[in-house]
């Protein structure tokens, strides 16, 4: 990879880790914004928003790939095959997560609304957004190795096995 690439390359890094940061952030401290609703809607809607945004910015950096461009797109997907799934199945299940916390905070904002199954799909969603975390960046950084920029010996054997 160029050095101007290797500088965009940066740079998109820098944005996905601050988009996850802001997502750790929100998940650690809603808590604090259920006495003012509009204020936690507005922060689900915007991290939401971040989380397509971190889909399309790996997508982007996938589609931005030699390999794929080859049409070896089989081999990027079982490279990064969990990534894709957790980063869908974290989305939806935040989705799912914030609609129902804004529906049943709006519907009673001041009982108890911690029910069974919304504590079973909360503990969920925060189990999967630490595997969210890691294998995002671990494959935000993957997707810099030189070898998925350029032919080589390893992309012509990927050939053979094809």
């Not at 079973?120 to 070898?147: E, N, Q, T």
Request: glycine share 2%; aromatic share 18%; net charge positive.
């Amino acid at each position: 990879m160029s050095t101007s690439s290797t500088n965009k390359y940066l740079v998109t890094i820098i944005v996905q880790y601050l988009i996850l940061l802001f997502d750790i952030f929100v998940n650690s401290f809603t808590s604090f914004s259920r006495q003012n609703p509009i204020n936690l809607l507005i922060l689900y809607v915007v991290q939401d928003v971040c989380l397509i945004i971190t889909i399309t910015i790996l997508l982007v950096n996938f589609f931005s790939t030699y390999i794929f461009q080859i049409g070896l797109i089989q081999l990027l997907y079982t490279k990064f095959r969990v990534t894709l799934i957790l980063c869908i199945t974290y989305m939806i299940l935040s989705i799912s997560l914030h609609t129902w916390d804004i529906k049943a905070h709006r519907s009673s904002s001041h009982k108890c609304y911690w029910t069974k199954d919304f504590h079973i799909l909360y503990s969920l969603h925060k189990g999967v957004a630490v595997l969210y975390y890691y294998f995002y960046k671990r494959a935000s950084l993957r997707i810099a190795d030189p070898r998925f920029y350029e032919s080589s010996t390893w992309i012509q054997s990927q050939f053979s096995l094809s």
